[in-house]
């Protein structure tokens, strides 16, 4: 069964850095790309970001470039999505998913997702 | 970057009616690479729909999708109690930097 499985909430200040997981099983992790997706309260999906972790590909949304680091490990199974200097405007759900189809081709929908991570950003 | 729009808003139905959502493109999509997802609150989106009519594993068959180009449709063509929730499309087919935007969504609530 394919999983993806998130890391806990989270709390934070502005200004404090973070790094969020999503663990993959029960398929290839190097095989499929692995995308982030940003849901702010009350509000719709946006594409952050996206990462194959076969060789480390990542592509960003303009939106996002700068802003986060996608990354992964392949040899735990599990891509990253962080945080250098958080803002409130950073508050969200954060969704990782898993794209149907296998390889290096990027044009996929995402078929899998993560349970989400709830970051809250508060002084 | 292609801009998805979405219609209506929300749309108010009754269990058994027949629901049609609609999303269009700001240029056309390439190889109808549009897919549709429904989220419920509280939970991950899951995806319905992909390549613009392609019901995803364990989808029923009350949802379909059609379109190309421009212009694409989401039906349900009978309400169930579980169907009332947002939905989303999604292109998927873009040139980089952006190859994925997702549109505002609609809402299907029980009128």
């Known amino acids: 069964e394919v999983q993806l499985v998130q890391s806990g909430a989270e709390v934070k200040k502005p200004g404090e850095s973070l790094k969020i997981s999503c663990k993959g099983s029960?398929?290839?992790?190097?095989?499929?790309?692995i995308g982030w997706v940003r849901q702010m309260p009350g509000k719709g999906l946006e594409w952050m970001g996206i990462?194959?972790?076969?060789?480390?590909?990542?592509r960003y949304s303009p939106s996002f470039q700068g802003q986060v680091t996608i990354s992964a490990d392949k040899s735990i199974s599990t891509a990253y999505l962080q945080w250098s200097s958080l803002k409130a405007s950073d508050t969200a759900m954060y969704y990782c998913?898993?794209?149907?189809?296998?390889?290096?081709?990027?044009?996929?929908?995402?078929?899998?997702w993560g349970q989400g991570t709830l970051v809250t950003v508060s002084s | 970057e292609i801009v998805l729009t979405q219609s209506p808003g929300t749309l108010s139905l009754s269990p058994g009616e027949r629901a049609t959502l609609s999303c269009r493109a700001s240029?056309?999509?390439?190889?109808?690479?549009l897919a549709w997802y429904q989220q419920k609150p509280g939970q991950a989106p899951r995806l319905l729909i992909y390549?613009?009519?392609s019901r995803a594993t364990g989808i029923p068959d009350r949802f379909s999708g059609s379109g190309s180009g421009t212009d694409f449709t989401l039906t349900i063509s009978r309400l169930e109690p579980e169907d009332f929730a947002v939905y989303y499309c999604?292109?998927?087919?873009?040139?980089?930097?952006?190859?994925?935007?997702f549109g505002p969504g609609t809402k299907v609530d029980i009128k």
């Open positions: 998913a898993r794209q149907y189809s296998s390889g290096w081709y990027v044009y996929n929908p995402f078929s899998y």
């Open positions: 029960g398929y290839s992790f190097t095989s499929y790309w």
């Open positions: 990462i194959y972790p076969g060789d480390s590909d990542t």
């Open positions: 240029q056309s999509v390439s190889s109808s690479y």
């Open positions: 390549g613009a009519s």
């Open positions: 999604q292109q998927y087919g873009s040139s980089p930097p952006a190859p994925f935007t």
